[in-house]
C-alpha cells in the first residue's frame, strides 16, 4: 500500500466512505419508501373522512333548506337543498372510488346509498314534504315532519356513517403506529452506521493526511514567499528547490507544473492589462449609451416643460394656472431624478452629488401634498403631515432628494396600508443659529414587516415577502435608493416595524438654516372648532392651527359640535373645520344644521371641509349642498395650506373646488323623465343630466314614457322623448301624453338623430316643444332644458359654439378617407367625462352588435320596420361613441333602405346584402379600433404581457 500514489490512496478512503455512505442511504430509501406509503395511506383515509364528514353536512344543509321552505314557502330557501343533493352526490363517487380496496367499506357504502337516494330514504321523504308543501300547504307537510320516518333514516345513514368512521380511523392508527416503528429502526440503522463510519473513516484520513500534508506545505511555503515578494527571475525553476521534486506521484508533478505557473504569470500579467483596457472602453461605451437614453427621454420632457411654460402665457383660470404649475413642478422632479437614474455610471462610480441650494420647505411639502392625495385613489385611509412648528421656514441643501426619498416611503406606506393613517412627521431634534437636526419619519398601519426580512429591506431588488411584487407591484429598489440618498445626506435610514400593525420609516439629517423669508401675515385672533372622529386628525389639525395663532377645540362627532356650539358658555367659533365622513351626522349633514342654528343666532362661523375625499364627495353633492361650504382642503395638508384656505374663506373669496362645482349643479331641483330604449343612450342622457344636477327617471320604451307620465304625483319638469322605439314611436307616445289636460304644459323634447326640418315638423305637430340632435351634445342640451323651465342658470350654459362647429366639422369635411373612430370628439359631447365614455364603450361592444343582428334578422326575413329601427338605433350609437365612418354609412343606407322599401322584393335583398357587408364591415373597424385605444382587460393583460 505503500507505492500508490496520492489518488489511489485518497481513492481508497472515498470508497469506504462511499459504500457506508451507500448502506445508509439503501435503509434511508427503504424507510422512506415506507414512510411515504404510510403517508399515502393516511392521506387516504383522512380523505374518506372528509367526505364522510362532507357527506353529513350536505345532509344537514338539506333539512335547512326544507325547513326553510316548509316555513316560508318561498323557492329562494331551496337553494340549500339543490346544491345539497348535488354535493352529496359527489361525496359517494368520492367514497365509492376511495374505498376500492376495501371490501367492507365498500359493503357499508351499498347499504348506506339507499338511505339517501332510494325510495325510502332522507332526500325521498325531503322532496316529498317538499312537493306536499307546495300542493297542500304548511299542515299537511308538518305531519310528515313531525312523524318519526325522517328520524329513524338519519338516524341509520348516522349509525352507517359512525361505523365507517371508526373503521377509518382504526386503520389510521395502524397506520401511524407502522410509521413510528419504521422511523425507530431508521434512527437505529442510521446511527449506527454513522459511527461505525466515523471510526474507520478517522483512521484511514488521518495515514492519508500524514502522507500527504507533509510535502504540500513545503510547497505552500514557497507560494507564499512568491505571493510575498512577487515572481522573479530567481523564481522561474520553483521546482529545483524541493526535495519532493524526484517524487513519482502526483505531489512531484504538482512541484514541477508550479514552476511552470511561474513562467505563466508575467504572460498573463500583460493579457491582464489588455483586458483592464477593454473593460475600460466597455465601460465608456455604457456610458455613452447611457448618456444618449437620458438625452432622449430628456428631450421629451423638456419639450413637455416648454409646452407648459407657453400655456402659462395663455389666458388661464385660476384653477387652470394652477394645474399648470403643479404640472410644471411635477414634470421639473422627474425630469431632475431622470437625470441622474439614467446616467447610472455616476453612482456606480460614486460620483451621485447632493446639492446645497436655498429651499422654502413648505412650498416642498405642497408639491408633496398633491402628489400623495392624487395617489390615494380609493383607499379609505388618511394622509397626514403632522409637521413640527419648529421647522425652520427655508434650509439649504438637496429639495429634490428630499422630496424623493419622502414621496417614495410615503408611497409606499399608501400602498401597503388598507386601512387606518400615513403620517408623515417631523420632529425638530436640534437648533441653534446656523443649522438644525430634524427627524423626517412616516409611520403607518398597515401590514407591517416580520422581524426576519427587517435585516433585508434596504437590499436591492428585494422586498419583505416574496409575494409582495406579484400582490402590490414594484421592483423593490426603491427603500435602497433612499438609503443610498439618506446616507449621502449624511444620515441613516431606520425602519422599525411589526407584522400586521404597521411600520415607521425614519431618518435625521442636519441642515443648514436657509436665507430668511417673509412670514405670512397673522390673521386676527380667533375661535376654531375642529370636528373629526379621529383623535390623530384632531392632534394634528390643532397642532396646525395653534401654530396660526389660533385658539382650538375639538369634538369627535357632528353632534357633539352642535351641541357645542348651542353652549351658552362657550365663545363663539369664527371657523369650524369639518371632516366629511363621520359616524352618525356626516360633514354635510352637520354644516347644514349648523347654518340653521347660527343663522338663527345671528353669528354664522366659515365651514371649511377637510377631507381625504374632498374631490369625490363635491362632485356628489348637490348645488345646495355645496353652497354650505366656505372652503374645502384635501388632505394632507399643511399649516400655511389651512391658513391660506381660512383667509380666502374669510375675505369672501370663493374656492376653485366649490366654484366649479356650482357651476355645474345647473339642472339642481329638476326631475326629468327620460323615454329612451337603448341602453348606452340611457347611460349618457341619464349621467350627463345628473352630473348635472337633475333627479332623472328613466323609461325603457314609449308605452312605459306614457304611463310613467301620466302617473306622476307631481308632473315632469320636462320629459326626453326618443323619437323610435320598438313598441310606439316618440310621436304617437307624445300624441298620447297630450291628450291629458294636465300634460298640456309639460315640455316633451325630443331625442333624434334625425335633422331633417320634416322631422322637426313632425314632432311640433304632436306637441313636442324642441329637439336635441343625436350624438348628443351636452352644452345643447343643458341650454334647450334651461330654456324651456326657465332656469337661473341659463345665462352659464351658453353652447359652446366652437365646439359645435368643430363637430360638425368632423362630420361635414370628410374628404377621399372617413374616419373610423373620433373618440376625443365624443369625449368632447360628453364635456370631458373621459370614465362615462369608457363606460360607453363597454355598453357599445355589446349593443352595436345587437343592432347590427337586428339589422341583418330584418333584411334577411323581410322585416322592414325592424330594419329600420335598429338601423336608426345603430346610426344614434355611432354617433354617441365617435364612430364617424359608421354614422356616415348608416345615414346614407337608412335613405336607400327607406327608398328600397317601395322596390321590389329580389332588388332589396340584393341591396340588403350588400348593407349588410358594408355595416359589419365597418363595426368591426370601429371596434376594433377601440380595441387598440380603450383594451378590454383581457386584452390589456396581453399587451402588457408583450411589452
Not at 157 to 167: G, L
Not at 466 to 478: A, E, I
Not at 572 to 586: E, N
Not at 701 to 707: F, L, P, R
Request: hydrophobic letters at 40%; one cysteine or more; glycine letters at 6%.
Amino acid at each position: 500500500m505503500l507505492k500508490m500514489n496520492v489518488g489511489m490512496k485518497i481513492g481508497a478512503g472515498f470508497s469506504v466512505a462511499i459504500l457506508f455512505i451507500l448502506a445508509i442511504g439503501a435503509v434511508s430509501y427503504q424507510s422512506t419508501i415506507k414512510l411515504n406509503e404510510t403517508a399515502q395511506w393516511k392521506t387516504h383515509s383522512y380523505k374518506v373522512l372528509n367526505a364522510l364528514k362532507s357527506m353529513i353536512s350536505s345532509v344537514q344543509d338539506a333539512e335547512t333548506g326544507q325547513r326553510g321552505f316548509l316555513l316560508t314557502g318561498k323557492e329562494r330557501y331551496l337553494e340549500p337543498f339543490y346544491y345539497a343533493e348535488k354535493k352529496i352526490d359527489q361525496d359517494l363517487i368520492t367514497l365509492f372510488e376511495l374505498t376500492l380496496d376495501n371490501p367492507i367499506q365498500q359493503q357499508r357504502l351499498k347499504l348506506l346509498e339507499p338511505n339517501i337516494h332510494g325510495p325510502d330514504s332522507k332526500f325521498a321523504e325531503l322532496k316529498e314534504t317538499i312537493a306536499i308543501r307546495r300542493e297542500q300547504g304548511l299542515e299537511a307537510a308538518l305531519k310528515i315532519v313531525l312523524s318519526d320516518k325522517g328520524k329513524l333514516v338519519m338516524d341509520e345513514i348516522r349509525r352507517q356513517v359512525a361505523e365507517m368512521t371508526a373503521e377509518e380511523n382504526r386503520l389510521l392508527k395502524q397506520r401511524s403506529l407502522d410509521a413510528t416503528s419504521t422511523v425507530e429502526n431508521s434512527e437505529l440503522a442510521i446511527t449506527s452506521g454513522a459511527l461505525l463510519a466515523l471510526v474507520l473513516l478517522s483512521i484511514i484520513g488521518f495515514w492519508i493526511t500524514n502522507n500527504i500534508s507533509a510535502p504540500l506545505r513545503k510547497i505552500a511555503a514557497v507560494a507564499k514567499r512568491i505571493t510575498t515578494d512577487g515572481v522573479s527571475d530567481s523564481d522561474s525553476d520553483v521546482s529545483a528547490n524541493l526535495a519532493i521534486q524526484s517524487r513519482h506521484d502526483e505531489v512531484g508533478t504538482l512541484a514541477r507544473a508550479f514552476s511552470e505557473m511561474t513562467n505563466s504569470l508575467a504572460l498573463n500579467s500583460l493579457e491582464l492589462q489588455e483586458a483592464l483596457l477593454q473593460a475600460e472602453r466597455a465601460n465608456e461605451i455604457k456610458s455613452e449609451f447611457l448618456a444618449n437614453m437620458s438625452h432622449e427621454i430628456r428631450t421629451p420632457m423638456n419639450g413637455i416643460l416648454g409646452m407648459l411654460k407657453l400655456l402659462q402665457h395663455t389666458e388661464l383660470t385660476k384653477r387652470q394656472n394652477d394645474y399648470t404649475h403643479k404640472a410644471q413642478s411635477a414634470t421639473s422632479s422627474l425630469l431632475s431624478i431622470i437625470n441622474d437614474i439614467l446616467d447610472f455610471s455616476k453612482i456606480e462610480a460614486g460620483k451621485m452629488t447632493i446639492e446645497h441650494e436655498n429651499f422654502v420647505f413648505d412650498d416642498a411639502m405642497r408639491d408633496l401634498s398633491v402628489m400623495l392625495s392624487a395617489n390615494l385613489g380609493e383607499k379609505n385611509i388618511e394622509i397626514l403631515f403632522d409637521l413640527d412648528s419648529d421647522t425652520p421656514l427655508s434650509f439649504k441643501g438637496d429639495s429634490l432628494r428630499i422630496h424623493q426619498v419622502l414621496l417614495n416611503l410615503t408611497g409606499n406606506a399608501i400602498k401597503f396600508t388598507h386601512k387606518g393613517q400615513v403620517v408623515l412627521a417631523t420632529r425638530v431634534l436640534r437648533k441653534d443659529e446656523h443649522t438644525v437636526d430634524i427627524e423626517f419619519s412616516v409611520t403607518d398601519s398597515g401590514v407591517g414587516i416580520s422581524a426576519n426580512k427587517l435585516q433585508d429591506i434596504f437590499s436591492g431588488f428585494s422586498q419583505a415577502e416574496s409575494s409582495t411584487s406579484r400582490q402590490f407591484g414594484g421592483t423593490g429598489l426603491g427603500l435602497a435608493i433612499c438609503k443610498q440618498l439618506v446616507e449621502l445626506m449624511g444620515g441613516e435610514l431606520h425602519v422599525q416595524s411589526e407584522l400586521g400593525k404597521g411600520s415607521r420609516f425614519f431618518f435625521t439629517l442636519t441642515l443648514e438654516i436657509g436665507t430668511s423669508i417673509a412670514k405670512m401675515t397673522p390673521l386676527e385672533p380667533m375661535r376654531v372648532l375642529i370636528v373629526d372622529d379621529s383623535l390623530l386628525v384632531q392632534e394634528v389639525l390643532r397642532d396646525m392651527a395653534e401654530s396660526n395663532g389660533w385658539q382650538c377645540d375639538c369634538v369627535s362627532s357632528g353632534r357633539h359640535a352642535l351641541e357645542r356650539l348651542q353652549s351658552i358658555d362657550v365663545p363663539d367659533y369664527q371657523v369650524v373645520l369639518m371632516d366629511w365622513c363621520m359616524p352618525g351626522l356626516d360633514g354635510m349633514e352637520t354644516t347644514r344644521r349648523i347654518r340653521q342654528l347660527t343663522s338663527a343666532q345671528g353669528s354664522t362661523p366659515v365651514v371649511i371641509m377637510v377631507t381625504a375625499k374632498g374631490q369625490e364627495a363635491l362632485e356628489d353633492a348637490s348645488h345646495q349642498e355645496s353652497k354650505l361650504l366656505d372652503g374645502f382642503l384635501i388632505k394632507p395638508i399643511t399649516a400655511s395650506m389651512l391658513f391660506d384656505s381660512v383667509k380666502e374663506a374669510i375675505s369672501g373669496e370663493e374656492n376653485d373646488e366649490l366654484a366649479r362645482l356650482r357651476n355645474t349643479q345647473h339642472l339642481s331641483g329638476l326631475h326629468l323623465l327620460v323615454v329612451e330604449d337603448n341602453l348606452l343612450n340611457q347611460q349618457v342622457a341619464k349621467e350627463l343630466l345628473e352630473t348635472s344636477g337633475a333627479e332623472v327617471t328613466l323609461a325603457s320604451g314609449g308605452i312605459e314614457g306614457k304611463m310613467l307620465a301620466l302617473s306622476a304625483t307631481q308632473p315632469f319638469d320636462a320629459i326626453l322623448m326618443d323619437m323610435q322605439m320598438p313598441d310606439i314611436d316618440g310621436l304617437e307616445a307624445t300624441r298620447q301624453i297630450r291628450h291629458h289636460s294636465h300634460m298640456q304644459t309639460v315640455p316633451i323634447i325630443a331625442m333624434t338623430a334625425n335633422a331633417m326640418q320634416s322631422d322637426k315638423d313632425a314632432c311640433k305637430a304632436v306637441g313636442m316643444v324642441d329637439h336635441i340632435s343625436k350624438p348628443i351634445e351636452l352644452d345643447d342640451m343643458l341650454a334647450t332644458i334651461i330654456r324651456h323651465t326657465e332656469q337661473k342658470y341659463a345665462h352659464d350654459i351658453t353652447p359652446s359654439i366652437e365646439s359645435m362647429a368643430s363637430s360638425d366639422k368632423a362630420i361635414d369635411d370628410v374628404g377621399v378617407e372617413t374616419i373610423v373612430l373620433d373618440a376625443e370628439l365624443a369625449i368632447k359631447r360628453l364635456r370631458g367625462n373621459r370614465s362615462l365614455y369608457l363606460k360607453l364603450v363597454e355598453v357599445f361592444r355589446t349593443d352595436g352588435w345587437t343592432q347590427f343582428q337586428g339589422f341583418e334578422k330584418g333584411i334577411m326575413q323581410n322585416e322592414m320596420q325592424l330594419a329600420t329601427n335598429t338601423l336608426h338605433t345603430l346610426k344614434g350609437l355611432a354617433g354617441t361613441m365617435g364612430a364617424i365612418a359608421l354614422q356616415e354609412l348608416t345615414i346614407e343606407i337608412e335613405v336607400k333602405l327607406k327608398q328600397a322599401m317601395t322596390s321590389t322584393q329580389e332588388q332589396e335583398l340584393v341591396n340588403g346584402q350588400i348593407w349588410i357587408n358594408d355595416i359589419e364591415k365597418s363595426l368591426n373597424e370601429a371596434l376594433a379600433q377601440m380595441e387598440v385605444m380603450f383594451p378590454t382587460s383581457s386584452q390589456a393583460c396581453k399587451i402588457a404581457q408583450q411589452t
